[in-house]
Structure formats: structure tokens, C-alpha cells
């Protein structure tokens, strides 16, 4: 894919749940390789993006286009196995499995997944617990297995929802490490994260939503002169 064409393309997104009209016209794009970044108080739209780029949501209109397929008729399943891995804020794992048996389970929906090996050795914490059933597990191991078991499918790209949320700091670090390891590694993310220190120091690039729509979009480079800004929106 030619990196003047946006991996992920979402144009003139619109999203309602019943009748509430969630998404306004939303418009991003995430390169390959890029780690970007959703930004916004709680209620402005940023999960509803995620999970109508998934397909969650039906009731959309706009485009999406994924490494060059459109998305917006695919049946939900059909999203999934174009490569698309999706982190929601409550995790998603088996809590009644153990790590190894959540790890076995997932689907392999293109090439390039790794080894229940490979993700131990990116996932020491999960090594330790891999007997452990997910009720066992910390908030911060839960993160770490919810984002291995997508790693396992070979998906080109993560879709990650408040991946820190309620996490101590030293594991909200060790995130930010791992998150950083992908990257170099070549994974695309797309994440929404309502700690902007954090997200600061992973992240290329920053959307700005408000309202249901996009505000604003900058490189990391510019947030020295965009603090006021963003001072004014998140109140950081």
C-alpha cells in the first residue's frame, strides 16, 4: 500500500443509537504504522467511532474504507477478518478460561498472527498467570490478555478503548511499553485514551472530538502550541 494512501479512512461518518444521533460527520485516516490517538471528554464520541468503524453500530452512514475495501456493508464478522482487532473498554476475554485457553481460542483471520510463545515473550505477566483463569487476573493482566488475543489473529490493526483506565501507574507504564514495542513492530493503533500524558508519549497524531465530530487534528510536534487548546476542551 502506497503510504500517501491512508490504511484506515473514515469519511463524513454519521452514527445513531435509536434515535440519537451520535456521530456528526466524522472524518479520520490512520497510516500504516502509525499510532493515533482520539482525544475528548467522556460522552463526545470517541467509543461510537470505534465501534462503528467495527460495525457495532448498523445504523451509520459515510465511508470506510480498510486497505482498501469498504467496510460500511460488510456483515460485522466479515469487519473482523479484514484485519481489524477490537479492544473494547471492558475487555472482552473468557473470565471463566484460563490465559492459555483465552490465548487458544481466537481465530487466526490473516497471516502474521503470533505464537502463544511469541505473545509470552512480549507478555511476561501472562506467562506467569497462564493457568490462571481471567477472574484471577489483574485489570492491568486483563488489558494485557485482551490485547494478546487479538495479536494472536495476525489483525493489521488495533482498535484500543481507554486501554489505562482504572490501572496503577506502574502497569499503565508497561502498557505504554508494549503499545511502543508493537509499533516498532509495524502494528497500526488506533486508540482512544482519556490520559493525554500517556497518550502523549505514544502517539503521531491527535483528533480532537467535541460534539460528535472531529475539531481539530495535529502531529504529536505541535502540542506544545496546542495546550491552550486543549486546556479549554479536556481541561488538562
Do not use: C
Not at 434515535?19 to 497510516?31: I, P, Q, T
Not at 467522556?42 to 465511508?63: E, P, S
Not at 473468557?94 to 511469541?118: C, H, K, Q, R, Y
Not at 501507574?169 to 514495542?181: D, H, K, M, Y
Request: proline share 4%; aromatic share 6%.
Amino acid at each position: 500500500m502506497n503510504r500517501a494512501e491512508p490504511l484506515l479512512s473514515v469519511r463524513d461518518l454519521n452514527a445513531w443509537y435509536g434515535e440519537s444521533h451520535a456521530l456528526h460527520g466524522v472524518n479520520l485516516e490512520v497510516f500504516k504504522g502509525e499510532t493515533v490517538t482520539l482525544l475528548g471528554r467522556n460522552g463526545v464520541g470517541k467509543t461510537t467511532t470505534l465501534r462503528a468503524i467495527m460495525g457495532l453500530i448498523r445504523k451509520r452512514t459515510g465511508q470506510i474504507t480498510f486497505d482498501g475495501k469498504d467496510l460500511m456493508h460488510l456483515p460485522l464478522h466479515r469487519t473482523a477478518h479484514a484485519g481489524i482487532g477490537y479492544v473494547p473498554e471492558e475487555r472482552g476475554i473468557f473470565a471463566t478460561l484460563t490465559v492459555d485457553e483465552n490465548l487458544i481460542l481466537p481465530p487466526v483471520v490473516a497471516d502474521g498472527g503470533m505464537s502463544v510463545e511469541e505473545i509470552f515473550e512480549l507478555f511476561p505477566n501472562l506467562k506467569e498467570r497462564r493457568n490462571s483463569q481471567g477472574t484471577k487476573l489483574s485489570g492491568g493482566e486483563q488489558q494485557m490478555l485482551a490485547m494478546a488475543r487479538m495479536l494472536r489473529t495476525g489483525v493489521k490493526v488495533l482498535l484500543l478503548d481507554e486501554p489505562t483506565e482504572g490501572l496503577a501507574p506502574v502497569i499503565v507504564q508497561r502498557i505504554g511499553e508494549l503499545l511502543a514495542t508493537l509499533k516498532k513492530r509495524g502494528m497500526t493503533i488506533l486508540l482512544v485514551e482519556q490520559n493525554f500524558r500517556f497518550a502523549s508519549r505514544i502517539a503521531d497524531r491527535f483528533y480532537l472530538m467535541e460534539h460528535g465530530k472531529v475539531m481539530a487534528q495535529f502531529p504529536v510536534g505541535e502540542l506544545p502550541d496546542r495546550m491552550n487548546l486543549l486546556h479549554d476542551v479536556l481541561g488538562v
